[in-house]
């Protein structure tokens, strides 16, 4: 039999169109993502797909510093993504070695599993960093570590302190259908928002978000909780050491607009500026952003009834954005029905203008003797130990645990934790967890910190921490995998997990006597 050959233009012809078919059918590449304003490039390592500097956002410098956020400038081509952006203007001393701080702020980072095809729908928790709204930024989060343990990892940047919370009138005037003074709350929901649209094609599921966040990072979780705003774009929530505002409104106060007006304008006037027009606009604007991170380092003390700074109002009830204070919303139910994790360190946060004794009891008025009795007993404790308590307990640890049983109120689960682990290296010189202690170990990344005196107790307790918070994310349940049983909050019991040297274990508070007075000290007789 005699075969005949086909010419070799056909063959050329027939070998272009089956590559061209296959290629047709061929997976994208997992690294570019078309996102608002074009495609990105992220890089592929260690089992994860990783996108730094993605912006969110237009750059708010300009005429559109104290602006909402504005819709990204389209790009051509693919941009990469593969650096984090600078983190938001403070003062340099306060900023995070070795990261770039600017104005222009606002991007994001995406941590995903490269084995999963962006029709995955994996769970997504959305990271917002602490700082007392003056200092922090997401570059230093490590996403990677929790991605790793099947979810999706998103951190990103908002504007701080006089640039990111300042309720001149002025911008009022030039752009009136936008809300007031909360700039960077306004940052946190177009990156919600940005969510939404998308983080499908990183393989994370839009109706699956966790927003979660640590010291004024937990309290602008319960703020956007509680704000109409951000309503339906998440669905579950994780508070750390919630502040800057707290469930307790007298703990952690919140500026009405008129004050917080008050306040920019009296920043504006010390500068030369007065009015509220165009032209004063101007000037406010052709303040350098130095010029505005000025003076805001001691922001800790003013927060917790010290000194104030001129300028800085942080957390602002606009009437928009934020409607009311968070504890009236959660007294009358009026937040989101979504479950929640709560808690707070033993050695959290003690920042307080008092210096003596007499003074840090003066706040619990007419309960003051039963408190001497329960936070100094003999009289003998020193003013450090007994301030540590007091403050604690009076800024994150009793309003952590009303917020939790105001959402068990409201019908929906809430997990209560105390975190009082401490690296066996450091405990020479720890007695507790102090404020922010537990984040190496909820980002499984205490060698990061630790180094290389990190034990095998400390790797075991970052598995079983960040195990809750990963089934938390996935289900709204932080049980499984072995860990021992975390039962939802219980007004009746007002039991708690507490993670301690010793393991993690639920039961009674061992500061249930303490938290019990600030309670009746908040609600007297109920």
């Not at 994001?108 to 729908?121: C, D, E, R």
């Not at 607009?257 to 006037?269: G, P």
């Not at 946060?349 to 039963?370: S, W």
Request: hydrophobic share 45%.
């Amino acid at each position: 039999m005699k075969y005949r050959t086909a010419p070799v233009a056909v063959v050329v012809l027939a070998i272009t169109v089956i590559v061209a078919d296959s290629r047709s059918h061929a997976h994208p590449d997992p690294t570019v993502v078309t996102v608002d304003g074009g495609k990105v490039r992220g890089v592929a390592t260690d089992g994860l797909l990783t996108f730094k500097g993605i912006p969110f956002a237009r750059p708010p410098v300009g005429n559109l510093r104290w602006r909402a956020p504005q819709p990204v400038e389209p790009w051509k081509g693919i941009r990469d993504a593969n650096a984090a952006g600078a983190d938001p203007m403070q003062p340099a001393d306060l900023a995070s070695p070795g990261v770039t701080i600017s104005e222009d702020c606002l991007y994001l980072n995406v941590w995903s599993p490269t084995s999963t095809p962006a029709s995955a729908h994996l769970p997504v928790m959305v990271w917002i960093y602490g700082g007392g709204l003056v200092k922090g930024g997401a570059a230093i989060y490590p996403g990677q570590f929790l991605a790793r343990q099947g979810i999706v990892v998103v951190t990103f940047n908002y504007r701080l302190g006089r640039i990111g919370f300042f309720a001149h009138p002025a911008p009022a005037a030039e752009a009136p259908g936008e809300p007031r003074g909360n700039y960077g709350y306004m940052d946190q929901i177009a990156a919600l928002e940005w969510v939404q649209r998308n983080i499908a094609g990183f393989g994370g599921d839009p109706d699956n978000v966790t927003l979660a966040g640590e010291s004024a990072g937990g309290g602008s979780v319960l703020v956007m909780l509680t704000s109409p705003m951000a309503r339906g774009l998440f669905q579950r929530a994780i508070l750390e050491s919630p502040g800057l505002p707290t469930a307790r409104a007298a703990a952690s106060p919140m500026r009405n607009l008129d004050s917080a007006e008050s306040i920019a304008i009296e920043y504006a006037r010390a500068h030369g500026i007065t009015g509220d027009n165009a032209a004063a606009l101007a000037a406010l604007r052709a303040l350098s952003a130095e010029e505005l991170t000025r003076g805001l380092e001691a922001y800790g003390l003013a927060v917790f009834g010290g000194p104030e700074i001129a300028g800085l109002s942080h957390s602002i009830i606009d009437g928009r954005l934020v409607v009311e204070a968070p504890e009236a919303a959660l007294r009358a139910g009026r937040q989101a029905r979504v479950p929640v994790i709560v808690g707070a360190n033993d050695d959290d946060m003690a920042v307080t203008p008092a210096q003596t004794k007499d003074a840090l009891f003066a706040r619990l008025g007419p309960r003051a003797v039963e408190a001497r009795k329960l936070y100094d007993p003999t009289g003998n404790a020193s003013f450090d130990v007994v301030r540590q308590a007091v403050c604690a307990d009076f800024g994150m640890i009793e309003p952590s645990r009303i917020l939790a049983e105001w959402m068990t109120d409201a019908g929906q689960r809430a997990y209560f934790y105390r975190f009082a682990y401490v690296p066996e290296s450091w405990r020479v010189k720890l007695s507790g967890a102090i404020h922010a202690g537990e984040l190496i170990f909820v980002f499984d990344c205490v060698p990061l910190l630790v180094g290389e005196k990190t034990t095998t107790t400390d790797l075991a307790m970052a598995k079983t921490v960040s195990g809750y918070w990963i089934d938390f994310i996935k289900t709204g349940n932080p049980n499984g995998g072995g860990r021992p049983e975390w039962k939802p909050y219980d007004a009746s019991t007002r039991d708690v997990m507490n993670f301690t040297d010793a393991g993690a274990a639920y039961g009674t508070d061992p500061l249930k006597e303490r938290l019990d007075l600030w309670r009746e000290v908040w609600d007297p007789g109920r």
